[in-house]
């Protein structure tokens, strides 16, 4: 190998001029820089190792970036049957007018997330049961995962069973902590709300009081949360006995209500995969 001024010239280079090339690109691998008033030839990257150096950067933040979304799947509880759901894969825009509508609205809603998330506003989706509306928001949920927010995609049987571990005697967590954790998610996505009882026996049921805390720190927090349910806002008053005050903050929350009509997807669920 020969040397210039002190640098090594490697194979894939040779000099002209006394600079240094690189016989791939043609780019210039030395220049010549005053120090101490003093010039000295020192070594700097060609085109081709910048464009290498480029795409190594890029493939550590694609790794990166796919570590931090499969962590936040993981934390989102969707489950192995939604998790790989997409707007572009999903099959049930061709179901009825309102789904199309529906899908649409959704769509719009993760293409806006940033905003959404800045002024806490959710969604409200229902309709009868098997019209599509978890797998809907299954969509909603991968988007913004991949979007790199934090997601809790769960429903009240869920959170009930989340707040009553803390009640064991050797849990490590308190009924605030659970609460916390579901207030401080970016977005949480509940799914078939409305199917615990919130009034029983003449009197509110222990969940009624535990729905309105989470529902009511997002609220305060502004933090969005999107909704799936089976009945309308009115009727989780009437048939539900929701708390007033707890719909009020829902409808605040979600100024998108949408309802779905449409046959039942849930039999024939193979078909869309």
């Known amino acids: 190998m020969d040397n210039l001024n002190g640098l090594t010239i490697f194979d894939g280079e040779y000099v002209n001029n006394?600079?240094?090339?690189?016989?791939?690109?043609?780019g210039k691998k030395s220049l010549e820089i005053t120090l101490f008033n003093q010039k000295k030839t020192v070594r700097c990257l060609c085109s081709c190792e910048i464009d290498e150096d480029r795409k190594k950067r890029e493939q550590q933040a694609f790794i990166e970036n796919q570590i931090k979304?499969?962590?936040?799947?993981?934390?989102?509880?969707?489950?192995?049957?939604?998790?790989?759901?997409?707007?572009?894969?999903?099959?049930?825009?061709?179901?009825?007018?309102?789904?199309?509508?529906?899908?649409?609205?959704?769509?719009?809603?993760?293409?806006?997330?940033k905003r959404n998330l800045k002024e806490g506003k959710g969604l409200y989706i229902f309709g009868e049961p098997g019209v599509g509306k978890t797998y809907l928001t299954a969509c909603v949920a991968n988007k913004l995962l991949q979007s790199n927010y934090s997601v809790l995609f769960s429903n009240e049987a869920q959170i009930s069973a989340m707040v009553k571990c803390t009640y064991k005697y050797n849990s490590t967590e308190n009924e605030d902590d659970v609460i916390n954790k579901i207030a401080s998610m970016d977005f949480l996505i509940i799914d078939d709300f409305g199917t615990e009882k919130f009034f029983s026996n003449g009197e509110n049921t222990w969940f009624q009081n535990i729905i309105y805390q989470i529902i009511n720190r997002r609220y305060n927090d502004l933090k969005p949360i999107i909704f799936t349910s089976n009945y309308?806002?009115?009727?989780?008053?009437?048939?539900?006995?929701?708390?007033?005050?707890?719909?009020?903050?829902?409808c605040e929350i979600c100024p998108n209500i949408i309802k779905i009509k449409g046959f039942n997807f849930r039999l024939n669920y193979e078909e869309l995969c």
């Open 18 to 26: 006394g600079t240094i090339y690189c016989k791939k690109c043609n």
């Open 232 to 250: 309308s806002p009115s009727e989780l008053i009437i048939d539900r006995k929701l708390h007033e005050k707890t719909l009020d903050r829902i």
């Open 69 to 113: 979304i499969d962590t936040l799947t993981k934390k989102s509880l969707i489950g192995e049957k939604y998790k790989n759901v997409t707007f572009e894969n999903c099959n049930l825009g061709d179901n009825t007018p309102d789904y199309k509508k529906a899908c649409s609205i959704c769509a719009d809603y993760c293409k806006n997330a």
